[in-house]
């Protein structure tokens, strides 16, 4: 690559050898190389529990190595060894990091945010320069962000430009960037992009972790590939492609694409009439939303987290009572019906959030995989339980859909994210069989149903979404991964602000479209 | 004209134990520790300082052994709740309770000789009117012919204000209230400030004590602070952490002793027991309107880690 020369920085800004970090029962790291050029853009692609993360961490302080060496360079091509002993000695080092949950004060404003912790401030803090500066620097970089406004009022995107601005200001030349297009629209991943791309050409060191092929070839100047804690290649991008990374990166044979029947619609199961909710701070957060899902068909939302997805998933399995608007299940009204008859009538549910809503963490796996069943004969025995019954309907389950736990007494927090998501659909695919047999029919609601999971677990669970469909179900899918939306969904519709921006199918859309729909920019 | 003078200047005086112990536990609130011991703290301090006063017939000495054990007494709740985790409500309570026995225990004891102190006279803080100053009509006698310790209000107040608002340490403080991974992420001691703010709010709760001993009901008597600890908490959410509304509101719930004393003096039939409900109403109005509206609440409302004890390995 020409790089080197037009911000006259020659040779690594950093390497690490032979990192080695075990925590109880995982060695997250084993004997990992990776080298940073100046002013490149490094992407460290591998699966969750590939231990980017780890190396991250140990990189920017968090974690000491239990083996291996950290060199820091200089402009020259120099290389000398280095202990990070916190973060605040890794700032020193000129590494800044930022985290995919973003460290940031809600109640406080950008300039604020940015000198939170900065050693060399006056004892009475000078808020308006400070202010100036970060305007500088955000000028500069072409990222507007104003520096008096309190985090809670920015987007996301700002937000993130928050952060890296926070970094900068930090003097930082090697950034660290942990999955930052993760909560991101396609419009605003593409403007990270683009000062990522500025920051290189200034000559700093940039390093992203990230499980997504796309934007890895998309952004990277290289990549090094982690599986299972051991580094497995580290390549220039222009030699490979999205195939061979992902091969790497999974250590087989990976479909990108899933094969899938054409639909087969049936009658609309579930459907939403102009439907209005507001949320707990009486803001809109469904305007008028009219959504009909097909038996046999999988209807896609696509959209920003924040834009009515949460709302629109708990009105259609009757978590949340509509304040306007009719939601119909298989032609009968449930318009303000409590869960439990939604649940009756075959509407089943995968929650976002898994451990809040989908398990009760400290409840063995069984009481979890009974939740749906427990009223019921066999399980139930006038108001009394039969836990023998209910350890064994816990077992079937448990088989039927490979939940990888040691028994159905283990506490489902134990369980990895991947198999907590299998336990969740192995009951919720059940309940609704059930309401099948009494002669409804089922609806799927799941919301994020792959966030978060290894490959090999996103397999099993599109799988599964795509097994639902062949069985005649209606299934909502809620994502904000768009290949995903575009690979599974028959018809897919589009949330912004809590409208909907259209419905379009994934054979006549694309990405830009989308994004552009997502960010209130286009309608259909 | 002179009802209002003499009303003003009662709940000045009412007032500044209030204030004390409201701006100590903004501080430490601020810091993400509920500290319900607020109560327990006063009253030890009350008890401490008239003791101390007595024994070395100096009531500064009294202000200073109250304000010890008022940061003592709040090292216990950082210990228990910072550096064990235990639950802030359940220690604070445990605080008021303990506090409460000991002090009663105490004041059987710490007079000369271990003679009980109830019914003592000893030193005490004496109005101090400021030449020319406390002549101004109206707001003279209220402000300018009060004891020492309401002098020092005068310096704490906007000192603890600027602090927080506007200093290095006290963005660090807000920081570790609203968001201590933020906090600790970017190199600042989490437990190290909430420690330093619960014990600075401790010493507060002392002195305010040590006023109510010293100087507003001098001497010695059980459950001398009456509940004023339970007020100065919720003078903290009646103030939305804000010193400044903190002396305000002192004022008020001051003024409503104050004006208590003039209607039952003039044979009134309003119970005393509902005019001292007002602060408690006036405080649950607040709560409601700030909770109501998001910008109110992201401006005016509680730190967003207050009462949770924070954990740097705990995953979220």
Known sequence: MSRTGSHGRRGLAVALRGITKSFPGVLANDHVDLEVRWGEIHALLGENGAGKSTLMSILSGLYQPDEGEILVGDDEGGLRPVTITSPRAAIHLGIGMVHQHFKLVPTQTVAENVILGVEDMPFVLDLDAVARDVAEIADRLRMPVDPTAPIWQLSVGEQQRVEILKALYRGAEILVLDEPTAVLTPQEADEVAAILRSLAAEGKAIVFISHKLDEVVEIADRVTVLRKGRNVATMDVADTDKHRLAELMVGREVATTIPKPPAEPGPTVLALEGVVVRNERGLVALDHVDLEVAAGEILGIAGVAGNGQRELTEVATGLRRPDAGRVVVDGKDLTGASPVAFLDRGVAHVPADRLGRGLAGNLPLADNLAMRAYRHPPIAVGPAIRRDRMRAFAETIIERFRVDAPGPDTPARNLSGGNQQKAILGREITAGSWAAARGHRPVLVAAYPTRGLDVGAIEHVRARLLEQRAAGTAVLLVSEELDELLMMSDRIAVLHGGRIMGVVTPEETTIEELGLMMAGEAHR | ?316
Request: hydrophobic share 55%; glycine share 14%.
């Open chain 2, 1 to 316: 004209m002179e009802l209002v003078t003499s009303v003003l200047a009662i709940a000045v005086f009412a007032g500044a134990s209030l204030v004390y112990a409201a701006v100590g536990e903004i501080v430490t609130e601020r810091a993400g520790v509920l500290n319900l011991g607020v109560e327990g703290m006063m009253i030890m301090g009350a008890v401490t300082a008239f003791a101390a006063a007595v024994a070395s017939g100096n009531a500064m000495v009294g202000v200073v052994v109250g304000g010890v054990v008022g940061g003592i007494m709040a090292l216990v709740h950082a210990f228990a709740t910072i550096t064990l985790r235990a639950d802030q409500v359940v220690s604070g309570l445990a605080l008021t309770l303990a506090g409460g026995g000991l002090a009663s225990f105490l004041g059987q004891r710490l007079g000369p000789g271990g003679a009980p102190l109830v019914g003592m006279v000893g030193p005490r803080f004496h109005g101090v009117p400021i030449p020319w100053l406390s002549d101004l009509p109206v707001v003279g006698p209220a402000l300018f012919d009060q004891d020492v310790l309401v002098y020092l209000l005068f310096l704490v107040v906007p000192a603890v204000w600027f602090f927080v608002a506007r200093t290095r340490p006290g963005l660090a403080l807000r920081a570790v209230g609203e968001s201590p991974q933020t906090a600790d992420a970017m190199g600042i001691g989490v437990y190290r400030v909430r420690y330093l703010a619960t014990v600075f709010g401790g010493v507060l709760a002392g002195i305010a004590g040590a006023h109510l001993s010293l100087a507003y009901t001098p001497g010695w008597t059980e459950h001398l602070t009456g509940g004023r600890g339970w007020i100065a908490i919720a003078l903290v959410i009646f103030a939305t952490w804000d010193p400044r509304r903190a002396v305000l509101g002192a004022l008020l719930f001051g003024g409503v002793n104050a004006i208590q004393f003039r209607l039952q003096a003039e044979g009134t039939t309003i119970p005393a027991s509902l005019l001292n409900m007002m602060p408690y109403l006036l405080t649950i109005v607040v709560l409601v309107v700030i909770t109501r509206f998001e910008a109110l609440r992201h401006r005016l409302g509680a730190p967003a880690a207050l009462g949770l004890a924070y954990d740097r390995e705990e995953r979220t």
